[in-house]
């Protein structure tokens, strides 16, 4: 308002001509503005503002403003309505204090077979008188899903548990210093996450990829049909109706991953992957027998040692117990000519 009065002094002392052409410029861009503009958002200061210049104005002018006189009146009655309005009472229930919230959620957490009226019934005997509508609230938006599915096993148990029975197959393929072009095929147990490299060759045929999964077969002796049920593979040409009935006799069922899809088996292209980035992009490869002993060198270290986030930081195929800090010594082993280190801890 003071600025506005400042404003006001300052036009009393301008030319008549200077006003006019102002004037007729500010009509023009309001008319332009309420155009565009649907409604008008106003402060509680611009309306104090506009009030007070509607005093000084007649009547006859007052069409210049953007608001009607009927606006003017309103801004009144919510004035005097917001001024002789006192605050509302506490109506309804009483607020769920924090310690019976975390007290609820925690007879879930720890009985997963509870209802919502198990649990009301357990804290009335506590001494906390709530209504079961209450308990029922509080796990809602907690997001605890009811008794019977939070009995059950949830996504990670389920995966994990599908996860032992099932192994999977691939290839990829390496480029000799002569471009030579070598197929590795390789097998991966998503459980373990032990992997068993089956052969490589550059020339892979249908009989010879047979050959390689009755090998392995042989490998695992007659644990295979018990501790698998599920062989994955892609829709390569390569594997055969034969390649899937040397795995159907032995008790396993083969699943086929859809078309162009790589994701269905996330497993087996993860340890691509880092048998790429960990071993042969990092050297060159002269042959196969060069590629067998370098691979074979890698796997061990992988099954034995390299450690996997989804096994607690454990490998597949753990060789050595861990020494107390304290008394451990740690030693370091070169792989691969120093392309890999190993630690171990030594008393």
């Keep these: ?52 210049l509607s005093r000084l104005l007649s009547r ?19 004035a005097v309505r917001r001024r002789w309005t006192y605050p509302p009472t506490q109506r309804g229930r009483p607020p769920i204090s924090a310690e019976i919230r975390r007290l609820v959620l925690r007879l879930a957490a720890e009985n997963p077979t509870w209802g919502h009226r198990r649990i009301q019934g357990e804290l009335a005997g506590l001494g906390y008188r709530i209504a079961p509508s209450t308990v029922w609230l509080i796990l809602t938006k907690a997001g605890v899903d009811p008794a019977p599915r939070r009995s059950g096993p949830t996504w990670s148990q389920f995966l994990a548990a599908q996860a032992t029975t099932m192994l999977s197959c691939d290839f990829f393929t390496i480029d000799t210093v002569l471009l030579k072009r070598i197929y590795v095929l390789f097998f991966i147990e998503h ?64 699943i086929s991953t859809p078309p162009q899809a790589p994701r269905a088996n996330a497993i087996a292209e ?66 691969l000519g120093g392309l890999i280190n190993e630690y171990s801890q030594v008393a």
Excluded at 60 to 78: E, K
Excluded at 211 to 220: D, F, T, V, W
Excluded at 272 to 289: A, F, N
């Design 1 to 52: 308002m003071i600025i506005r009065f400042a404003q006001f002094l300052v036009l009393r002392f301008r030319a008549d001509i200077d006003k006019d052409v102002e004037i007729l410029v500010l009509r023009h861009q309001v008319a332009v503005l309420r155009r565009q503009v649907g409604q008008v958002r106003t402060s509680p200061a611009d309306r104090a503002v506009l009030a007070l």
């Design 60 to 78: 006859g002018r007052w069409p210049a403003f953007f608001v009607t006189p009927a606006t003017l009146l309103r801004w009144h009655r919510d």
């Design 191 to 254: 459980g373990t996450r032990r992997v068993h490299l089956a052969g490589l060759t550059a020339n892979p045929t249908g009989a010879w990829v047979t050959q390689q999964a009755r090998n392995l077969l042989m490998e695992m002796d007659e644990q295979a049909g018990s501790r698998f049920r599920f062989v994955l593979r892609d829709r390569d040409a390569k594997f055969t109706a034969v390649f899937d009935r040397v795995f159907t006799s032995a008790g396993l069922r083969v």
């Design 270 to 335: 993860r340890w691509v992957g880092t048998v790429r980035r960990e071993c042969t992009d990092r050297m060159l490869i002269y042959g196969e027998h060069h590629l067998h002993v370098v691979l074979g060198e890698y796997v061990r270290h992988y099954n034995r040692h390299r450690p996997h986030r989804s096994l607690q930081q454990r490998p597949p195929d753990p060789t050595s117990s861990v020494v107390e800090f304290p008394a451990a010594r740690v030693e370091r082993r070169a792989i």
